[in-house]
């Protein structure tokens, strides 16, 4: 049985010349003279983008990409950037929304654009940091709030239930050059696709629900708990 490509969209800084075959689309959300515009993705400039995709691909081959880009010249972005982002990805028909990024601001239009994903049937994986405030959209009901855990290698995870985070992957990227809690919810994302992709390979759509997915998840994970330091 041949294994099914799964649709991943990736919100973040954007992608490298180098991973422009794995990318099947890319759009850019920018804020210019008080106003949300959507343009052409530029090449990725901070290579957090680029670090998140080539992780996910690391465990996932099966995965092809659309790129929402909210980061430019520096990782900072806003919910409204970033819910027209997921907005967008919807309108892709994506099955994964890779989030490795975390804003300290509840908002309005970010918490509805994450219903709508979810409520598509899409899975929607954030950053959320092993400790501290909440972050959004991670933080909302139905997302997969991932982090980095010093204890996985890179093809382990951590089923921890914590106040902060609902499971843990290796802390660095695939290429260990960039580390935290950003990479662990990349690699985590890998994970889930790569299980959709070998469970859901004659399916039109991944019909695997939310429920089924963390099953699957808390029962193939490593490590049970918080990670605890000597």
């Known amino acids: 049985m041949s294994q099914k490509t799964i649709k991943v969209g990736v919100v973040d800084s954007g992608f490298s010349p180098a991973q422009q075959a794995l990318v099947q689309d890319s759009a850019a959300f920018i804020i210019a003279d008080g106003q949300l515009w959507q343009s052409e993705a530029d090449w990725d400039q901070l290579g957090h983008g680029s670090h998140v995709i080539s992780t996910i691909y690391a465990s996932a081959p099966e995965a092809r990409f659309y790129v929402a880009q ?4 520096r990782l900072s972005t806003t919910a409204v950037q970033v819910a027209a982002a997921i907005d967008w990805l919807v309108e892709q028909n994506v099955d994964v929304i890779n989030l490795s990024l975390g ?34 959209p991670a933080a909302y009901f139905g997302v997969f709030r991932m982090t980095g855990d010093a204890r996985c290698t890179a093809q382990q995870w ?7 985070a609902d ?6 990227s695939a290429d260990g050059q960039q580390a935290g809690s950003s990479m662990g919810c990349a690699r985590m994302t890998g994970h889930i696709c790569h299980y959709l992709a070998q469970h859901e390979a004659t399916a039109a759509k991944p019909v695997a629900s939310i429920l089924a997915i963390r099953q699957y998840l808390q029962q193939n994970a490593h490590y049970f708990g918080a990670e605890h330091r000597g």
């Open 70 to 73: 909210v980061f430019h010249d």
């Open 103 to 136: 804003l300290r601001s509840d908002q309005d239009s970010l918490k509805s654009a994450v219903a709508r994903a979810i409520k598509q049937g899409i899975v929607l994986c954030a950053a959320s940091p092993a400790k501290g405030d909440p972050v959004y």
């Open 167 to 172: 499971f843990g992957a290796e802390v660095k």
């Open 158 to 164: 951590s089923y921890l239930e914590t106040a902060y």
